[in-house]
């Protein structure tokens, strides 16, 4: 995501890879283990407003609303392109979930109006200033007492996950979340109660799953 539509990057750089990012996620990145983690940790309850910021092609929004079928889900993305994919395998699942096209930092959703907010892979891919932006909004939207779930780079754990960050940290987007500043960037957006629950391998670096919530009031 960028600033603007003109500035705007693909989840894979380039538009012409789009239909490569599905079976990519699923070779590279651990993606069925992660992403049900993820939504277990969340703790859905039927009745539940749900966010998918950033959904890409819906793999992550489709398992939550198959995990909690009485939850409202809606995905939110900025790449037009990726989003019809979505629409297609949303389609072919027989499911209902709505998508708008739309930037992760400028959220047009009422405040205080979803219990649960998702964000998969897409933090590291935002400068400093709109990773701010981003959950500040975040935090805007979600109810008091709501709850923000993340998966997305984070500090290397070890020496090999260290030796492998060295290519992620040299992105300025995704070195905050190598330096391991995401929890100190959630606290200064208002949430509360931050803990990394989880941390996997992949080839692209150390992933992280984090939790964070919305203060009560």
Known sequence: MRRNRNEYIP???FDWLTSLYDP?????MRE??????????????????VLDLG???????????????GA???????????????????????LEIPFYEGMAFDLLCRDDYFDRVFSSLVLHHLKRVDKSRTLREVHRVLKPGGELHVADFGEPQNVFMRAISLVVRHFEEASDNVQGLLP???????FEQIEETAHYMTIFGALSLYKARKPDG
């Open 24 to 28: 990519l996620m699923r070779w590279t």
């Open 72 to 94: 409202e889900v809606v995905g939110i993305d900025g790449d037009r392109k990726i989003l019809e994919i979505a629409r297609d395998k949303v389609k072919r699942e027989g």
């Open 55 to 69: 959904c890409g092609t819906a793999t992550l929004t489709i398992l939550i609303k198959k995990t909690q079928p």
């Open 11 to 13: 989840a894979l750089t």
């Open 32 to 49: 069925s283990v992660f992403k049900r983690r993820l939504v277990e940790q969340a703790g859905l309850e039927k009745g539940h407003r």
């Open 184 to 190: 100190e960037m959630f606290q200064k957006a208002g």
